[in-house]
């Protein structure tokens, strides 16, 4: 029963989403008050029967309904009831149902903070997210229902795959959808503004903070997704350049980028046909990024849906969104030349121009690295993988660039900055920076280190020390009794590139001056690595609510002195089998070691991976310190200031909204 | 700049997008499967391993001798395997005479998937580093050989069977090659 209410909910919820589309579109395009007066309604009432439908669903897991198909074939009465809950979005059609309601949450979100945007513009906006999210209903509906009955029902249930059975993982799809789908935002303001055919500061403006929403849920979807992998896959190492780490950190590359150029579209109205088209590849790219995982084109840990239905009809999907996009853009595009706002070489333009370029070679660097092995098996050169050293090579010497950059973008100014201004703001930095080196240079001049790891120090120290230079100086002018603000735009700017920092001196240290040893050893047993000393003290068996496994105790001494104990474990889940590797890992300061158990070698030894991690956790500290500083420009009062339009007027009159934050570091 | 040329460069997204589909499409209805091997139709490599279950007694080249022979690659640390299964067990409930080959593998993981997963094999070499493979092309788990009665390949696939080519393909071939060649 539960089951059945739960389609038709879904069904209800489809319909909802299409008569939002058709009234938005239609409504905005023949201007009847009336017509679009259905769409936000029917905003809600997709919003309504998809969190029912979700619910329902949920319902069968919590209750282990095994006379559903979906739920027999993974959940079970054994798991703990919060992974119960999770299971839901733990395979395929349960994870396209979290997609849905996401995208539901984000349009109901739009129809209530859409009020004050003209009415048209705002219509517009909720129809093409009702046209997208009617593609994803009919996916659903038509490949992947997970009501489908099971006749006669299963006697027991199946089980999530085990490693995905962790807290962390929990909630990281959700986070990474809510960024993926909340592109999607950006995406229809940016189609719904090229209808309109005008795209001016107030579009840039009401763009930018649901970007920068999306964009923080995909930066901490991604922290979360590197961490989980770190301790939970058990052999070490945060960041693999998987098929499936790569379709997030694409569209997170371009949204970075989206973010950037939006300021500029705001600020100084250039850019703006780029913007849009960054918009577009934006939610295009999450798109490419479910088609990668769910069609089993490129095989990966990840890929749980190897069926090549469900990606024609992703395909099928992702071709037709983004070809009418392009089409659009092409449409509206030429219209977009007219005004660009002249800017000199010297400006902060232009640095952001560069910003972008970057970001966006970057972006097709890891996209080529992505795709390149499709394309040789597609014109038959056989097959091949593009590994890591691939991305180490390509990528990273192009985010070099970007680091510099980061620490003058802010600091000049728009339209022509002066050399001079820009060397007022920085000398002090600067000196800084070079004390700092030459420090360095004294201090570690002794310790070897590779080239690799002298230049993430240098380039990282130059973004950590310029970072905060804007709002300290702005500080020590209010303090001299000035008049100067400090938004919390500025500030979230200033901590997220200071996360750029910390997340380059992570990846740097962790890399180049991380140690790994694999060594068998039998208990009683002892080893030395990196300056400390791990025992082996004893092994034996261990069980939890539905895996038996095998625990080992280590002491880890440092200079003599018992610094932990350790407990890694490998754990065997049943009913399914299955096996984990849970690596024993403490310090999460300066650096961590990291114990993992691996496979019994006979005569009592076991095979063991040691690993030394230098400043590692820095990565991901420096993600969510992004995260926060992209919160905290979210927090800027300018974006609810900007929002108080008529709510009648056409979007082509709307009068330019006043800009409290005159342009203050100009 | 004139109208025309701008509207040119605004397409260009969308032509650099088509391209992309296309190889993306291309990609999925694309089957890596069928590359043709140049084993087939010459006479099968030799094969002799010991076998899984006994390791004192050895599978021979004498084991395709007056049968139509799937000689099926596996090992029990490949997931797409254990999506194999499934077609593997449906085919020799349809008569069809299956040898496994363990492929870089150990004893005790393999034979603890083949109780838990049932055993579709009539026998199971096991070549522990993959050595005996090689002479076979074989690059990876699951590969799947047709060998026909007088040691002859004649079909092989690679990754995992789907049922749909299990049922339209290969049980066809096993038959015809049964009737074609066991008659001479």
């Known amino acids: 029963m539960i089951a059945e209410i739960g389609l038709y909910a879904l069904i209800l919820a489809f319909l909802m989403a299409a008569s939002q589309t058709f009234f938005g579109l239609a409504g905005a395009g023949t201007r009847r008050l009336r017509w679009m007066a259905v769409t936000r309604p029917a905003a809600f009432g997709q919003l309504f029967f998809m969190a029912l439908s979700y619910g329902c669903l949920t319902d069968l897991f919590v209750t282990s309904n095994y006379s559903v198909r979906y739920v027999a074939k993974y959940s079970n009465a054994l798991m703990p009831f919060f992974y119960r809950v999770a299971g839901v979005w733990g395979a395929h059609e349960g994870s396209m149902m979290l997609w849905m309601l996401v995208l539901a949450l984000w349009t109901a979100l739009v129809a209530v903070f859409s009020r004050k945007l003209p009415v048209v513009f705002a219509n517009r906006v909720l129809g093409v997210l009702g046209a997208i999210a009617c593609g994803f209903f009919l996916f659903t509906l038509i490949t992947s229902n997970p009501f489908v009955r099971l006749l006669p029902p299963a006697l027991h249930g199946g089980t999530l795959n085990p490693i995905l059975e962790d807290p962390l993982l929990v909630i990281h799809p959700p986070m990474l959808y809510m960024g993926y789908v909340g592109l999607s935002v950006a995406f229809a303001f940016a189609v719904a503004a090229l209808i309109g055919g005008r795209m001016d500061a107030a579009w840039a403006r009401w763009t930018r903070p649901w970007t920068l929403a999306a964009w923080i849920f995909l930066t901490v979807g991604i922290v979360l997704g590197s961490f989980w992998s770190y301790y939970e896959l058990g052999w070490g190492g945060w960041w693999f350049w998987d098929p499936v780490e790569n379709a997030s950190f694409m569209p997170w590359l371009v949204a970075t980028a989206l973010i950037h150029s939006l300021a500029v579209s705001e600020k100084r109205g250039a850019f703006k046909s780029w913007t849009a088209l960054l918009a577009i590849a934006g939610f295009s790219l999450s798109l490419l990024g479910t088609f990668l995982v769910r069609s089993g084109v490129l095989i990966s840990i990840h890929a749980f849906a190897m069926d090549p239905r469900r990606g024609m009809f992703i395909l099928v999907l992702l071709g037709v969104m983004s070809a009418l996009a392009l089409a659009v853009y092409i449409w509206r595009a030429p219209l977009l030349w007219e005004d660009g706002g002249g800017f000199r070489f010297l400006s902060r333009e232009t640095l952001i121009l560069c910003n972008n370029i970057l970001l966006v070679t970057g972006a097709a660097a890891v996209f080529i690295g992505t795709i390149y092995p499709l394309f040789i098996e597609v014109f038959g050169l056989g097959r091949l993988s593009v590994g890591p050293p691939y991305f180490d090579h390509v990528f990273i010497p192009i985010m070099f660039p970007l680091f510099v950059l980061i620490g003058i973008g802010p600091y000049l100014g728009w339209k022509s900055g002066s050399l001079r201004a820009l060397f007022r703001r920085l000398w002090i930095p600067a000196l800084l920076w070079l004390l700092a080196a030459l420090l360095l240079l004294f201090l570690a001049s002794d310790s070897h280190w590779p080239l690799m790891t002298w230049l993430g120090v240098l380039f990282g120290s130059w973004v950590l020390l310029t970072a905060f230079v804007e709002p300290l100086r702005r500080l020590w002018l209010r303090f001299r009794g000035e008049p100067v603000r400090l938004p919390s735009g500025v500030l979230g700017m200033s901590l997220a590139h200071f996360g750029v920092g910390v997340i380059i001196l992570g990846i740097t240290v962790s890399t180049t001056l991380g140690v790994w040893r694999d060594m068998p050893l039998k208990p009683g047993q002892s080893y030395r690595m990196a300056g400390f000393r791990y025992r082996f003290d004893a092994i034996g068996p261990a069980r939890g609510r539905n895996w038996t496994g095998v625990r080992a105790t280590f002491s880890i001494f440092h200079q003599g002195r018992l610094f932990a104990v350790v407990h890694p474990e490998k754990r065997h889940f049943f009913p399914d089998g299955g096996t984990t590797t849970n690596a024993a890992i403490v310090g999460g300061g300066l650096h961590d070691l990291f114990v993992s158990l691996g496979n019994p070698l006979g005569r009592e030894k076991w095979s063991l991976r040691f690993r030394y991690e230098p400043m590692v956790i820095f990565v991901w500290l420096g993600g969510l310190l992004m995260a926060l500083g992209g919160l905290l420009a979210l927090a800027d009062r300018r974006y609810r200031i900007a929002l108080e339009v008529h709510p009648f007027l056409p979007i082509e009159e709307a009068p330019k909204p006043r800009d409290p934050v005159e342009e203050e570091s100009s | ?184």
């Open chain 2, 1 to 184: 700049m004139k109208k025309r040329s701008r509207y040119l460069i605004g397409a260009i997204p969308l032509v650099l997008a088509t391209g992309l589909l296309v190889v993306l499409w291309a990609g999925l209805s694309h089957q890596p499967s069928i590359i043709p091997s140049p084993l087939i139709g010459r006479l099968a490599p030799p094969l002799t391993l010991p076998r899984l279950a006994h390791p004192d007694r050895e599978v021979t080249p004498m084991v395709f001798r007056n049968h139509v022979t799937l000689l099926n690659v596996w090992a029990s640390w490949c997931v797409s395997c254990q999506y194999e299964h499934p077609t593997l067990l449906w085919l020799k409930r349809h008569g069809v005479r299956i040898l496994g080959l363990d492929y870089k593998d150990h004893r005790i993981p393999a034979l603890a998937y083949l109780k838990k997963y049932g055993n579709p094999y009539v026998k199971v070499a096991y070549d522990r580093r993959g050595l005996a493979t090689i002479n076979w092309g074989v690059y990876g788990t699951p590969e799947t050989f047709v060998v026909g009665p007088h040691g002859h390949i004649r079909y092989k696939y690679v990754g995992p069977i789907p049922l749909s080519v299990a049922r339209r393909t290969i049980l066809p071939l096993v038959h015809r090659l049964r009737l074609d060649e066991s008659v001479s």
